[in-house]
């Protein structure tokens, strides 16, 4: 499949400003990516709290930042903050900022988040993170728009638009005793739940498009095709990690490919890596030899036609003959890899 323009998204609802950088903007057209595009456009020019739900990898990140970006705040800052890099000790002086000597090594003032995003936007990424203390003061700001820079008697005031995001079920948090009710409510304004990517399969090859596009780019190399076997591995393949799992699929697979088609070295599968089946001195050469041997055990050692190697493989007969010889690739009884013989690059 050669490469063509494709649309980005569905259309953006009347009066909604355009996406100015397409580095924000999700890519899909599918039903369940439409409902979610209307439900962010829906909420986006007022100053809800909105709270993204789903998995890991689909996307939460990017539907923050495009709520941003649609809204009468998109002039001002975004600033993101993820709530699992923070250690529970700073947590409150990162988000709410301190004054100099509120405790040990605190040598100077410091604004915190919610500070620097006053008049914007504030991204909570993991929100199920916090610890409780740091949830009693977000409640708060919620509430009010007030809060205390740590070791300051003065009350600040900002105006800040909250978009929190986990990929948590908060309801059965708080039903554990470890998030509060009244937070989750008052987070829950808006929510949005973004699909896992098993179910945009109609997305995967423009998606495919644009992140190969982007990869190329960043690697230095011309990618201008995907064989139709490949684009049907990635069509079939569940996506457990979602658009993160596929991104980082494709940045192997155009970092390996040879010229401008795009191959997969490693197969697709959901099986976990089995800890210290991969070398970490196991060469390039090893991992796209094992992979040529076992796909040409799965076509009975045949090159041409529908079903033989170079067709699976994506690469021309007279090419897949070449790598053979280059790698030594020669049919024997004990061509097979075994099962634990490492795969991925």
């Not at 949005?192 to 690697?219: C, F, K, S, Y």
Request: proline share 7%.
């Amino acid at each position: 499949m050669r490469f063509q323009a494709f649309v980005h998204s569905a259309p953006p609802r009347h009066g909604a400003p355009p996406v100015q950088d397409d580095t924000y903007e999700p890519i899909g057209a599918s039903e369940p990516f439409r409902y979610m595009r209307f439900r962010l456009e829906q909420v986006a020019r007022t100053d809800a709290t909105v709270l993204l739900l789903g998995e890991t990898g689909t996307g939460k990140g990017l539907a923050a930042r495009l709520l941003h970006t649609l809204s009468r705040r998109r002039d001002n800052k975004f600033v993101n903050v993820d709530c699992t890099s923070l250690p529970a000790t700073l947590m409150e002086s990162e988000l709410f900022g301190r004054e100099k000597g509120a405790f040990t090594d605190s040598h100077a003032t410091q604004m915190g988040r919610f500070e620097l995003a006053d008049n914007g936007t504030i991204f909570l990424d993991e929100i199920g993170e916090l610890p409780p203390e740091a949830q009693s003061k977000l409640l708060r700001v919620l509430q009010s728009g007030e809060f205390e820079r740590l070791g300051s008697p003065r009350t600040l005031r900002v105006n800040v638009r909250v978009v929190a995001a986990t990929n948590r079920d908060l309801a059965a948090e708080v039903r554990n005793g470890r998030f509060r009710r009244d937070l989750f409510y008052r987070l829950s304004v808006f929510p949005i739940t973004m699909p896992p990517l098993r179910d945009r399969r109609d997305d995967i090859e423009a998606l495919a498009q644009h992140l190969i596009g982007r990869l190329a780019r960043r690697h230095h190399k011309q990618i201008d095709s995907i064989p139709p076997a490949v684009l049907e591995h990635l069509t079939s393949y569940p996506w457990p990690g979602n658009v993160r799992e596929l991104e980082n699929v494709l940045e192997r697979a155009v970092i390996t490919s040879s010229d401008s088609t795009l191959r997969l070295l490693e197969p697709l599968t959901t099986e976990p890596v089995e800890s210290g089946s991969i070398s970490p001195t196991t060469m390039l050469v090893d991992i796209e030899r094992a992979h040529i041997v076992r796909v040409l055990h799965t076509s009975e050692w045949r090159i041409e036609g529908p079903r033989g190697a170079a067709n699976l493989l994506g690469l021309r007969p007279s090419t897949l003959r070449s790598r053979m010889r280059k790698l030594g690739i020669v049919r024997t009884r004990t061509a097979v890899p075994h099962a634990s013989m490492p795969l991925a690059g």
